[in-house]
């Protein structure tokens, strides 16, 4: 099936795009080996993390401070790897779009409109995808849970987790394409 993929400062003209490029799943692994243990020992980590975080943004080390975003990924996955086995991961896949005026939408307002990127540095491919591996999730669960988690609300984290995982909809649907299947570049689209 082909969809569309833009790729930020990435691309260098290679076949196949790969499957968790930026090592997401790198980050999300702390939280997912805590809530392996138990509840208490994420929340240990989560605190660990929120105070190492601060740490290295006071210190200019770090621009962000990630570790919400990194424990709503570890409960997202660990919620898949649990209770969705056969879903597709959020973390060792490739996002796409339907199709190449959306995927040049999403890259014009997530890099290029606010000058983080040149026109240059963001690639718009066509890529041909297979077809078993894609799963359309609705990510405003995954909004959702990333607004709980800066209130500590865990239980409400793991509730769209499971929404997201078991493809629900939401009223106002924003679906995002993840596949983590063979895939092959088709060509680099001009515009």
């Not at 660990?48 to 996955?77: C, H, P, Q, W």
């Not at 796409?96 to 997530?110: G, N, P, R, S």
């Not at 500590?152 to 984290?157: L, M, R, T």
Request: proline share 2%; hydrophobic share 35%; with cysteine.
């Amino acid at each position: 099936m082909k969809l569309y993929h833009y790729s930020v400062d990435s691309y260098k003209g290679d076949e196949q795009l790969v499957n968790d490029f930026k090592n997401n799943y790198g980050f999300a692994e702390p939280y997912i080996l805590a809530l392996r243990e138990s509840r208490a020992v994420f929340e240990a980590v989560f605190l660990s993390t929120m105070y190492i975080s601060r740490e290295l943004k006071a210190l200019k080390l770090r621009k962000y401070e990630n570790y919400e975003k990194d424990a709503v990924e570890g409960i997202f996955e660990y919620v898949r790897e649990t209770e969705f086995p056969e879903k597709t991961s959020r973390l060792r896949c490739v996002y796409y779009c339907e199709t190449e005026k959306e995927a040049l939408d999403y890259a014009m307002d997530d890099c290029i409109a606010d000058g983080l990127f040149t026109k240059e540095q963001v690639a718009l491919l066509e890529v041909e995808v297979e077809e078993s591996r894609i799963c359309r999730y609705d990510q405003t669960f995954y909004n959702l849970a990333s607004e709980a988690i800066e209130s500590n609300d865990i239980d409400s984290v793991f509730n769209y987790a499971r929404q997201y995982f078991s493809c629900k909809r939401s009223e106002n649907p924003l679906i995002e394409i993840v596949a983590d299947g063979a895939n092959r570049v088709l060509r680099r689209i001009e515009y």
